[in-house]
């Protein structure tokens, strides 16, 4: 839709200008520094750092509603960088100019009610966030929109060159991490560590077809982020992992995207989240609490962390009562949400500070955590499958925390939950495979219910020549093929012939 045809109160505000007032704070020693470069950890303290609009107050000079308004209208607005995350520009990153956005098709993934036979399965009406129908496959593009954008915007104000943007992964940072940077042809260069063995096929092709240098090591994800922040401390590179602050930004919008797809009715819905480096629960947090204080939204969602057992950190804090909590790497062991895989999440320290504002702001239970069994993850993403929906394996994670949480009462009356599909299926497919083929037991405890089970059939047809490869048939060969070809499925299938 056009600039002009929108309505009059929001028209010059539908195309946003670069303004606010960012800061990266640190959360250690309370320090503040300028969004002049890229920091990771806190200059003066090696802390974590948060990106904080110092002056958010503006934002609440006008009323919810009409931030509600403005989002709703802008949805309609045809301009690329408005389409992504930045169509949240205000409450998103609004240092950086349209102009520098970098935008491929990200955000804005469909929130797609449970088809009727998996809801009667669970026993309660839910809704699944499918984001991995972003350009990479997976929600870290919302956050490589924003890093790459800021970077983009140093590069055209700083006249930064020869950039080199690195990352470790359990696989789908590295794959958006070569496509964004990819994007920006020559002025960045994208080099990505995956630990050897634990990344499917279909991830690791991912950052080769993007032209990134890619290093496999050996070791788990915990490891390659080690040789990462060795790297960011020891040379001029930029740091892609969700340490860099501006991914949190980004996947804020993940947030934004759940109040705007209920109307901006929050207070009754309760979002599962599978977390690993704890990046992407931070910045849903840290959005839903931006959304509140402007009054965007009246009452916060809850919010629910799901773990598998074999990668639980988070769980195992979260499980203790307030006063005697303590935090303890844990060392993971294989899970088939590979990539939740992490046993030090580095977003920690950002995710227990967030977790406690958030229980202030909506009140104790606001923010819970459960744990999930490798075959309980397993099998909610082959009943999702079968119900009419694809979710990756930390879908699967998302589904089955929904189910552990139903069963221990952690889901309240009349509310609502929204899972996150964190990825595509057909990226996590050698998990599927390997439990049809009954191969999960051994490394992930995990046996394939015969139920769930399913292969494709070689079609036998005694007496009759297969056509062979390559060769053709002739007519009279098909046709007496064709014939036997359609008795055999039909007997297979049990279908009566038409009388
Ligand atoms: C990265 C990732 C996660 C975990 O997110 P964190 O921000 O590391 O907690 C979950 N699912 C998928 C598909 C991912 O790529
Ligand atoms: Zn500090």
């Known amino acids: 839709m056009k600039p002009e045809l929108f309505p009059e109160d929001i028209r010059d505000r539908i195309l946003p200008e670069a303004g606010g007032d960012l800061r990266y704070d640190c959360l250690k020693c309370g320090?503040?520094?300028?969004p002049d470069a890229l920091h990771y950890t806190c200059p003066a303290c090696g802390g974590l750092l948060l990106l904080r609009?110092?002056?958010e107050g503006r934002l609440r000079e006008r009323p919810g509603s009409w931030w509600r308004r403005l989002f709703d209208h802008r949805l309609m607005a045809n301009s690329q960088a408005l389409r992504g995350v930045f169509c949240y520009h205000e409450f998103l990153a609004p240092l950086i100019p349209l102009e520098d956005v970098v935008y491929l098709g990200e955000a804005h993934t469909p929130a797609v009610k449970a088809p009727e036979p998996l809801e009667k399965e669970v026993g309660a009406p839910f809704f699944v966030k499918l984001d991995g129908l972003n350009p990479s496959a997976s929600f870290k593009d919302r956050g490589m929109a924003a890093a790459l954008s800021f970077v983009r915007h140093l590069v055209r104000v700083q006249g930064k060159r020869g950039v080199m943007a690195v990352c470790a992964s359990t696989g789908d940072?590295?794959?958006?991490?070569?496509?964004?940077?990819?994007?920006?042809?020559?002025?960045?260069?994208?080099?990505?560590?995956?630990?050897?063995?634990?990344?499917?096929?279909?991830?690791?092709?991912?950052p080769l077809g993007a032209g990134a240098s890619v290093f496999?090591?050996?070791?788990?994800?915990?490891?390659?982020?080690?040789?990462?922040?060795?790297?960011?401390?020891?040379?001029?590179v930029v740091l892609l992992n969700s340490k860099n602050p501006w991914r949190v930004l980004g996947q804020e919008s993940y947030a934004f995207e759940v109040a705007q797809q209920f109307d901006w009715e929050t207070g009754d819905l309760v979002l599962f989240v599978p977390v690993g480096n704890a990046g992407n629960i931070t910045a849903i947090l840290g959005g839903l609490l931006k959304l509140h204080r402007a009054g965007v939204i009246e009452r916060l969602p809850r919010v629910t962390a799901v773990q598998s057992e074999r990668a639980n950190p988070v769980f195992r804090y979260y499980s203790a009562a307030p006063g005697s909590r303590s935090y303890e790497p844990v060392k993971v062991r294989p899970s088939v949400a590979q990539a939740a895989m992490i046993g030090?999440?580095?977003?920690?320290p950002r995710l227990a500070w967030l977790a406690q504002e958030y229980e202030a702001a909506r009140g104790p239970g606001a923010f819970q955590a459960v744990e999930?069994?490798?075959?309980?993850?397993?099998?909610?993403?082959?009943?999702?499958n079968r119900t009419g929906l694809t979710v990756c394996t930390q879908g699967g994670e998302s589904l089955a925390g929904l189910r552990a949480a139903?069963?221990?009462?952690?889901?309240?009356?009349?509310?609502?939950?929204?899972?996150?599909?964190?990825?595509?299926?057909?990226?996590?497919?050698?998990?599927?495979?390997?439990?049809?083929?009954?191969?999960?037991?051994?490394?992930?405890?995990?046996?394939?219910?015969?139920g769930n089970v399913n292969a494709p059939r070689a079609l036998e047809l005694p007496g009759i020549g297969l056509p062979a490869q390559g060769k053709t048939l002739t007519p009279e060969e098909r046709s007496v093929f064709t014939v036997a070809a359609a008795r055999a499925i039909a007997s297979a299938l049990g279908l009566a012939p038409k009388s």
């Open 406 to 450: 139903l069963a221990a009462g952690l889901v309240l009356p009349g509310e609502t939950a929204v899972l996150d599909s964190t990825a595509h299926a057909l990226k996590f497919m050698e998990f599927q495979n390997a439990y049809f083929r009954g191969e999960l037991a051994a490394d992930y405890g995990v046996s394939s219910r015969p």
């Open 372 to 384: 999930v069994t490798e075959q309980d993850i397993m099998d909610s993403m082959i009943l999702a």
């Open 173 to 206: 940072t590295s794959a958006a991490a070569a496509l964004y940077s990819a994007s920006l042809g020559g002025a960045v260069r994208a080099a990505v560590l995956l630990p050897r063995g634990y990344v499917t096929p279909q991830q690791l092709s991912q």
């Open 31 to 34: 320090g503040s520094f300028p």
């Open 53 to 55: 609009d110092h002056a």
């Open 216 to 236: 496999e090591l050996p070791g788990v994800f915990d490891d390659c982020m080690k040789v990462v922040e060795r790297l960011s401390e020891d040379y001029d």
């Open 344 to 348: 030090d999440p580095v977003s920690f």
